[in-house]
């Protein structure tokens, strides 16, 4: 199998909140790792960290007064590179009692830093898609044309002509309607679903080692949203392209994933394989995930359970984290065994099956 292609080790991104003078921790704590040819699918609430641990791994977060550490190791083609290597040389932390107090940044060099390790890993290595593609698009340039470049910057392919032969082949390959048409349309005049297709184009034609896809079907109406699935689906059997694919929705996770992250107050709270981790029946399980699978209006679960609608209770403060199990307030397994622990003590993701690791204290030793 060899080491994963991307790794991540307890990521930490946290952002500093002015007015509340104190850290948000967006991710805390994050492990997982994406093997070649893998989908894995990453699911959590809103606010739960998935798009936070994405962009860490692209170098898409500001060098505002936040933290970054951890490390994420990515193994492409131009072979083993340490993305948040350095970037403690421009920081320099204040803590109290263990809690970090204040920052001090090196603003401008940490950015070139960032700049620096990350400029030949975007497009090539790790490209991404984003929920909002027109916002991802330059907006004063022809679809076609942004797709040629893309093409010209990252692959051995420099001949303008043959750039753009290959860009309307994707254009094509991702099925879009009149791709000879749509080649010379700039970004405004494309709906949504077009947009989309030619932001997985644009993706796809750096042939990246990974693909990051964050929430691709969301704002897309239902039509639309099962043929970008399905085109996806397709993608994936045919390029078997190592892919992060965050999503919301559990069905959209289902279809495409081998393994899964559930994220709950920006940490991994179960990990496994995709038939695992998604069977409602299956045991152990983390309770926020059986909750989360309670709330997909199945016609099963209608006909259970009545209506559903989303994990009842708040989600956690990003600021005043809990001391103990992050769900513990929401959480309707407690067992008197173990609330006490629960409180108090945050758990750790612990193996539970080969392969399947959950964040629970029902599955102490
Ligand atoms: N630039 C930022 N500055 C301050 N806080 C931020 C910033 N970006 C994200 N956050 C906070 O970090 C937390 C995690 O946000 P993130 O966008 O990763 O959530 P998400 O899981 O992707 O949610 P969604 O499903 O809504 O996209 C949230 O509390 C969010 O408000
Ligand atoms: S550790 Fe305790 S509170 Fe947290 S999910 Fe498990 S049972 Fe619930
Ligand atoms: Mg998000």
Redesign the pocket.
């Known amino acids: 199998m060899g080491a994963p292609l991307l790794e991540i080790e307890n990521l930490r991104?946290y952002?500093?909140?002015p007015g509340k003078q104190a850290f948000?921790?967006?991710?805390d704590g994050v492990t997982l790792a994406i093997a070649r040819g893998e989908t894995l699918g990453v699911v959590?609430?809103?606010?739960?960290?998935?798009?936070?641990?994405?962009?860490s791994s692209m170098g898409l977060?500001?060098a505002?007064p936040?933290v970054i550490s951890g490390t994420i190791a990515f193994r492409g083609d131009e072979g083993e590179r340490h993305l948040l290597q350095g970037l403690e040389d421009y920081v320099t932390l204040h803590e109290r009692d263990g809690r970090i107090m204040e920052v001090s940044k090196d603003e401008t060099g940490w950015q070139a830093h960032v700049e620096r390790v990350m400029a030949p890993v975007r497009g090539k290595g790790i490209a991404m898609i984003f929920?909002n593609p027109r916002s991802a698009l330059n907006p004063f340039v022809t679809v076609g044309h942004q797709i040629t470049e893309a093409i010209r910057l990252h692959t051995p392919t420099k001949d303008p002509r043959d750039a753009k032969a290959r860009a309307l082949d994707w254009l094509e390959r991702v099925k879009m309607d009149s791709p000879r048409l749509r080649f010379d349309n700039y970004p405004y005049g494309l709906s949504g679903g077009m947009c989309q297709r030619a932001m997985i184009a644009m993706a796809l034609s750096s042939e990246p080692s990974l693909l990051i896809a964050?929430?691709p079907t969301?704002g897309l109406d239902a039509t639309i949203q099962s043929k970008i699935v399905g085109l996806l689906a397709e993608l994936k059997s045919e390029y078997k392209i190592a892919t992060m694919l965050?999503s919301?929705d559990i069905r959209v996770i289902s279809r495409l994933a081998d393994n899964v992250a559930v994220?709950y107050g920006?940490t991994v709270v179960e990990y496994g394989p995709a038939p695992d981790v998604l069977a409602a029946r299956f045991n152990p399980k983390h309770p926020y995930t059986a909750a989360l699978l309670a709330s997909i209006p199945s016609a099963q679960n209608v006909r259970d359970h009545g209506d559903l609608s989303a994990v009842e209770g708040e989600?956690p403060d990003?600021i005043d984290v809990p001391r103990g199990c992050r769900f513990y307030a929401r959480c309707n397994r407690v067992t008197d065994d173990i609330r006490n622990t629960c409180a108090r003590q945050e758990p750790e993701l612990r193996e539970v099956a080969p392969g399947h690791r959950v964040r629970c204290w029902l599955y102490g030793e």
């Open positions: 991104t952002f500093y909140s948000v921790r967006a991710v959590g609430e809103s606010g739960s960290g998935k798009s936070v641990t994405a962009l977060i500001s505002g936040g929920q964050d929430e969301t965050i919301h994220m920006g989600v990003a």
